[in-house]
């Protein structure tokens, strides 16, 4: 019976959803060289994000953190018209919110605020992007704000393990870098690298800009060309993507004090713009649930096994696990995608996950800050911000057998990684497999 009225609130949710952007389709227009994608938002919300493209390939590996020590800075350092606390003192008094954010493919600074302090929020913007202050004293305390995040981050396990495989899987490529730097790295940047960094990736082809709002069109167009008024056009850039392929099963171990073992593996992912993209995002949702069951219900050998689809420039599937016994793990993850490779999944748990993230994904954009984060990363990694819109329906069109072929066409070789007691594993089993010639993840 719950079950049936959440479909049917899903339903509802769904249809409203869909019946108000018909009304109000996005779209896109270009202002001074810039793209700039608006979606009007029928509420009194203004949120507005301006993408710079790039994130790990704007820099060197012994670069890494400065772009995220910059974003940092456009507000924490203040502006030249406004010190750190009188430019937040100002958004505090509005319950609006300027910041930045590094992820691996791009930057994003963001604004949010109601509508009617828009002409008090805008300015502080514009002052962050074109005007930041980097002063010297508060450069000082980001930087060691974000050196002590790092150290805090490697004391955590889970992050510990992630940032470990990334070096490991993805050595020589860009992905192996951490946008969040290293206390060594960080320490040595200093305020002229930073402040001359973000002025070489703070240009016209590095920038799109995403307003979800209701605004006229003009005032769009009028705001974002007086914020665009003497910022460079920078040299032509595009997004690199490459294709990772796993060529054979690799393990890397640190020994760690640990009150358990931590086992990350990493394998292909099909690029942005490939046919079976979709088809695979479904399958690694199926196989978290079946991966879950698994390991943890059925075996208990983890409280919290995951399985994760990781897009970006470059894709991959994600394995993760904590337990005392990994050598039992890696029999059950063999056995598990052994079965899978062989009979597949079956129609009704394409269609139930094809339900489900279909109605997660609707949910997730609630709020015109999702929207517009949903903008972004389509189009930083994508190149194609409207695959936003259309989704929900690729997804609905998928076919048993092209969530089954993505599946084994993608998981085959692995690099695992293991951080933890090293007595307590044998590599061989995750480098030769535990089935024999048959083991799928073993050629």
Known sequence: MKRKIFILLAAAFLYNFNAAFAQKPAYEMTVDGVKVIVQPSGNEIVEIQTLIKGGVQNYPESKQGIEALAMNALTECG???????????????????????????????????????????????????KEPAFDAKEFARVKQDAINAVKDADSRPDEAISNYANKVAFAGRDYA????????????????????????????????????????????????????AGVKQGSPYQLKKSFFRVYKNTFSSEPRQLA????????????????????????????????????????????????????????????????????KYIAVFDKLVDQIKKTGFTADEVKNMKSTYVTSFYYRLETNAAQAGSFVSNEAIHSNWRRSLTLAEDVKKLTVAQVNDAFRKYIGNMVWVYQGDTK??????????TLGVDNPVSH
């Open 79 to 129: 502006t030249l018209k406004h010190d750190k606390n009188t430019f937040k003192n100002i958004l505090d008094k509005v319950s609006a919110y300027v910041y930045g954010q590094t992820f691996k493919d791009y930057s994003v600074v963001r604004m949010n605020c109601i509508k009617t302090d828009f002409s008090t929020v805008w300015p502080l913007y514009v002052e962050a992007l």
């Open 177 to 228: 870098k951490n946008p969040q730097g290293t206390p060594e790295i960080l320490q040595s940047l200093t305020l002229d690298e930073v402040k001359n960094y973000y002025k070489s990736v703070f240009v016209k082809s590095h920038l799109t800009i995403v307003v979800v709002a209701d605004m006229d069109k003009s005032e769009i167009e009028t705001k974002v060309r007086g914020m665009l």
């Open 260 to 327: 358990t073992n931590y086992i990350v593996g990493i394998t292909s992912g099909p690029m942005p713009g490939t046919p079976d993209y979709d088809a695979f995002l479904v399958a690694m949702r199926i196989f978290y649930d079946r991966h879950f069951l698994e390991v943890r219900t059925n075996n208990g050998l983890s409280y919290a096994p995951g399985a994760s689809f990781n897009n970006g420039s470059l894709s991959y599937a994600k394995f993760t696990v904590s337990t005392t016994q990994p050598d």
């Open 424 to 433: 307590k594993v044998n590599p061989l089993l995750y480098t030769n497999g």
